[in-house]
């Protein structure tokens, strides 16, 4: 089928516009830039590793197709710019915030980016798509395009684990089934499948995530370079969904009967056929696509009107984007950790008894693989150990500490027992945040978060204070992005005073431990913190 010939684009003599395009491109490349490591490492969004080629034919898609629809020069569309623009500030701002209350490699935190920078692209289009420039017209693959970004975006936390959960189970339970109609004995447990000889964890990589994410991304690019009824679109884009759930139930079959003949199937095996599985996606996708087919396209309109046309959208795009750029910059001078004065620190091993009548004394040397993520090298932990009639007495104690602006208090706050200790297999029997009381040698102390963790038959009693010079903080919830929004907004994106963490754990109850002497002497060491 011929095409329509495609002109060269005739660049507006308006410096604003150029200008404006200029920054979106720099924009762009930059969260480019910034997405590149998680891209490279997380294979759920490879996809993203040729986003730029997907934008950049897609655009050009739009051209090619000849379409002479563009946006009109009333002050409706100027509206949509303003709101466009204003979406993306508001967006790349909350970005922010849960960059400063989180972290920045936080998925939360990389998808709100994604989304901006879709809308910035869909305030860019709307310019650039106006009656006096005609740059980009008014079609389904200029559209698409805007949406790349947030399709290479990973998903919000909890939505990527409901989804990779019940992907997870349903592939397992299907192949259970399977393999049953094959005469094979299995055995589900959880997402484990238990054969004769061997046992295949349908890991989250076999879920399907990946596969369904990157032909939903395959189909909407066929759909705006091989297709063009909407109908004919609508339909790839639904077909696209059970061909990557078909076509990972099929790799997860052929791996499973891999492993009962003996096939190692770790490694390069795995890896290879998740990628050659995208590959025959994306290939029926296209056959699918090249079957639907495309009418002719209409006679290219690409030069820019002779009608005197208005600077005000080019303006007010570049002040948006400027805009963002400098919420941006402000967000990345103020999470950046400034350097800990150890003179002016204090010295958290001290603050613990390292020997003490009656208790074994363990500690923890291994903190420092935590420095990084808690952006704090000031770490320590004390674990005291005594027999008794019941079983072994045991008690914990651990300690951070940030200097001023070294971290957020939201960020702190994040790394409470209730968002790390299930990582690790314990669960909380608490629904909901408990405080407690507590008084030492009759002194009562700062209100403390109460959790009980069970992990097997172990049982932990626990009792935590965050401290922000010398306060406890009490209101934050690290699985509320918007209540951890606001902890930034109250407290800044940097805490101009210091904050200490202090978590005190036992397999005992505090009512058995309140007269022992270790307690005492214990929170007695702990009152230059706070406490």
Known sequence: ???????????PRSPSLLLALGAALILLLAWMAFM?????????????????????ILIREARVQGCTRYFSSVPGTLLLTGLLLAATLATVTFAGLMAAALSWSNHLTLFLFGASMSLLLGATWVVSGREEWRLIPVAWPAFVACLIPVLCAPFPPGTYSRLTLALQLGVTRGVIGSLHLLGIPARQSGNIIELAGTSVGVEEAC??????????????????????????????????VPLALVMNFFRS??????????????????????????????????????????????????????????????????????TVALALGFFMAKTRP?????????????????????????????????????????????????DS?????????????????????????SHTPDACWPGAGWKSLEDRATRASLTVAGTPLPPAEYRTFKQASS??????????????????????????????????????S??????????????????????????????????
């Open 1 to 11: 089928m011929k095409r329509a010939a495609i002109r060269p684009i005739a660049l």
């Open 36 to 56: 590149l490591p998680e891209w490279i490492h997380n294979s759920d969004l490879s996809h993203g590793l040729i986003s730029p080629l997907l934008i950049f």
């Open 207 to 240: 879920s399907g995530v990946r596969s369904l994410v990157s032909c939903v991304v395959a189909a909407l690019f066929f759909s705006g370079t091989l297709v063009s009824r909407p109908l004919a679109r609508t339909a790839l884009i639904m077909l696209s």
């Open 253 to 322: 079959l052929g791996l499973t009967l891999a492993a009962e003949r003996g096939i190692d199937i770790a490694g390069a095996v795995h890896t290879v056929s998740g990628y050659l599985g995208l590959l025959l996606c994306a290939f029926v996708l296209a056959v699918i696509a090249r079957a639907l087919g495309r009418r002719p396209p209409l006679p290219a309109r690409n030069e820019p009107s002779s009608e005197r046309h208005s600077s005000a959208p080019a303006r007010l795009l570049l002040a948006g984007t400027a």
């Open 338 to 386: 400034a350097p800990i004065d150890s003179k002016t620190s204090p010295d958290l091993a001290s603050l613990l008894p390292s020997t003490f009548p009656g208790w074994r004394v363990e500690t923890t040397n291994d903190l420092y693989r935590f420095s990084s993520t808690l952006q704090t090298s000031h770490l320590a932990q004390r674990t005291y150990l005594r």
């Open 389 to 413: 009639a019941t079983g072994i007495e045991q008690i914990t104690v651990y300690l951070a500490y940030w200097a001023p602006r070294q971290a957020s208090v939201s960020l702190v706050s």
């Open 459 to 496: 049982l932990q009693h626990v009792w935590f204070w965050h401290l922000h010079n010398g306060v406890p903080v009490t209101d934050t919830d690290p699985f509320s992005p918007f209540k951890m929004a606001r902890v930034v907004v109250r407290y800044g994106v940097q805490s101009e």
């Open 498 to 531: 210091d904050q200490a963490f202090i978590r005190f754990s036992s397999n005992t109850p505090w009512a058995d431990l309140v007269r022992e002497p270790l307690i005492e002497d214990i929170f007695r060491r702990l009152r230059p913190l706070g406490l």
